[in-house]
């Protein structure tokens, strides 16, 4: 059973592969008619005439990277086209193949020539192989030259404008590689269409690997500033707690300092900052002193037999009263201290409020919008608090500082009158 075979316009490509890619090399390419075969001298029809060494053919080689050549093209010998020339062509996106050859008594002499579009520029790459073979009628055999000398065998077929090759597969399938007639011309304009399309498709990667790299940096950018404007609002946050914290405290300590006045102030009141008790229990016992000094007077000149007895006695009562006086002075004395410390922390509270004030004041001037307010609302409260503290304080320091006056004139007072009692005799 004879292989199934297959046409398709794809096997020129596997031609391509097969036969001319893994066994030829590649160079500029000049015109075709150094690449042209030169007609065989006639041999016997029963074999094909020795092969021309591809060295006489002349190949392109690609541009380097980042750059472009001038499309290929191949020139025709005067005439070359005429008698009996044939020229084969099959084009593809990517590849254009020209088979030709030249006919003489059916000897066949030609070239095999591949060309693509370059892997890694903006060009194309042609690569040949030259061949010899033999035409009877329609049917042909080709044999093609490869590296180290050996040959590569094809046969195939013309079928009016139509070269089919017939190329075996690895699995036994025969695929027929069909080739159009046509012209050096027709080769040459393909090549510089297929040229035109490489240029375009490594202007349309280098647009956009352009294009990425300009939407990768302006991503990176954007990034950078998101990542800027985050860390900006985040130390602005941070500083903006930090100032509300100033504020906060200060208002904090001012709060504090109103309330130990007001405690201050309370403890002030509690106390009796004119110290009446005791002045009153020292004038009480001044005025006894007073009583017994002119009762001692009185039996000082009564004169009798027992007089002085009597005297003596009531010159004891006198000292015994000034003693109660002075007792009750130093009672004045032990209870000026408390009211004076009292009056103090008043003072000292007051001085603390005060200081507060000023620094809530000058954090909220410094740190808030609303400082007007938070000023006046704040001196309303500390003159509330502070104001009669002050004044109870001031009023209770002169109480005390009386208070202590008049218990010393009690004392000296009474002090007097006992140095006069004493001096009292009996007549």
């Keep these: 059973m004879l292989p199934r075979r297959v046409r398709t316009s794809s096997a020129a490509l596997l031609l391509a592969a097969a036969l001319v890619v893994s066994g030829c090399s590649s160079g500029p390419l000049g015109s075709l008619d150094r690449a042209s075969p030169s007609p065989a001298s006639p041999t016997p029809s029963s074999s094909p005439a020795s092969p021309t060494p591809s060295s006489s053919v002349v190949m392109a080689v690609p541009p380097a990277p980042g750059t472009t050549s001038p499309a290929t093209t191949v020139s025709a010998e005067p005439g070359g086209l005429g008698g009996g020339d044939a020229v084969y062509l099959e084009t593809s996106p990517a590849a254009v193949l020209l088979v030709r050859w030249t006919e003489r008594d059916g000897q066949l002499q030609g070239v095999f020539m591949v060309t693509g579009t370059a892997a890694t520029a903006a060009g194309t790459t042609t690569t040949s192989t030259s061949f010899t073979g033999l035409l009877d009628h329609q049917h042909l055999t080709l044999t093609l030259n490869r590296e180290l000398g050996s040959t590569t065998t094809l046969t195939g077929s013309i079928r009016g404008s139509q070269l089919l090759l017939t190329v075996p597969q690895d699995d036994g399938q025969l695929v027929d590689a069909p080739f159009n007639a046509s012209s050096v011309s027709d080769y040459n304009t393909a090549v510089a269409g297929l040229a035109d399309q490489g240029h375009r498709a490594a202007d349309a990667a280098a647009t956009a690997?352009?294009?990425?790299?300009?939407?990768?940096?302006?991503?990176?950018?954007?990034?950078?500033?998101?990542?800027?404007?985050?860390?900006?609002?985040?130390?602005?946050?941070?500083?903006?707690?930090?100032?509300?914290?100033?504020?906060?405290?200060?208002?904090?300590?001012?709060?504090?300092?109103?309330?130990?006045?007001?405690?201050?102030?309370?403890?002030?009141?509690?106390?009796?900052?004119?110290?009446?008790?005791?002045?009153?229990?020292?004038?009480?016992?001044?005025?006894?002193?007073?009583?017994?000094?002119?009762?001692?007077?009185?039996?000082?000149?009564?004169?009798?037999?027992?007089?002085?007895?009597?005297?003596?006695?009531?010159?004891?009562?006198?000292?015994?009263?000034?003693?109660?006086?002075?007792?009750?002075?130093?009672?004045?004395?032990?209870?000026?201290?408390?009211?004076?410390?009292?009056?103090?922390?008043?003072?000292?509270?007051?001085?603390?409020?005060?200081?507060?004030?000023?620094?809530?004041?000058?954090?909220?001037?410094?740190?808030?919008?609303?400082?007007?307010?938070?000023?006046?609302?704040?001196?309303?409260?500390?003159?509330?608090?502070?104001?009669?503290?002050?004044?109870?304080?001031?009023?209770?320091?002169?109480?005390?500082?009386?208070?202590?006056?008049?218990?010393?004139?009690?004392?000296?007072?009474?002090?007097?009158?006992?140095?006069?009692?004493?001096?009292?005799?009996?007549?």
């Excluded at 001044?286 to 037999?305: E, F």
């Excluded at 000034?322 to 000292?348: H, I, K, L, R």
């Design 209 to 427: 690997t352009a294009e990425a790299q300009a939407s990768a940096a302006a991503a990176a950018a954007d990034a950078q500033a998101s990542a800027a404007a985050a860390s900006d609002a985040a130390a602005a946050a941070a500083e903006k707690a930090r100032e509300d914290q100033v504020v906060s405290a200060a208002g904090d300590r001012l709060g504090t300092a109103i309330g130990a006045v007001e405690a201050a102030d309370q403890t002030l009141k509690g106390l009796d900052p004119t110290l009446g008790a005791e002045l009153a229990d020292e004038k009480t016992a001044r005025a006894t002193v007073d009583t017994d000094y002119a009762a001692a007077r009185t039996i000082s000149k009564q004169c009798t037999a027992t007089s002085g007895g009597d005297l003596g006695s009531a010159q004891g009562q006198v000292s015994s009263d000034v003693g109660a006086v002075d007792s009750a002075q130093g009672a004045v004395e032990s209870a000026a201290p408390t009211v004076t410390d009292a009056a103090d922390a008043v003072t000292s509270a007051v001085t603390d409020a005060r200081s507060a004030l000023t620094d809530l004041v000058n954090a909220q001037q410094q740190y808030s919008a609303s400082a007007g307010q938070v000023e006046t609302g704040a001196t309303k409260a500390v003159d509330a608090a502070t104001g009669p503290a002050t004044a109870r304080a001031q009023a209770a320091a002169a109480a005390v500082t009386k208070a202590l006056a008049t218990a010393k004139t009690l004392d000296d007072s009474a002090q007097t009158v006992d140095s006069k009692a004493g001096q009292l005799i009996s007549c």
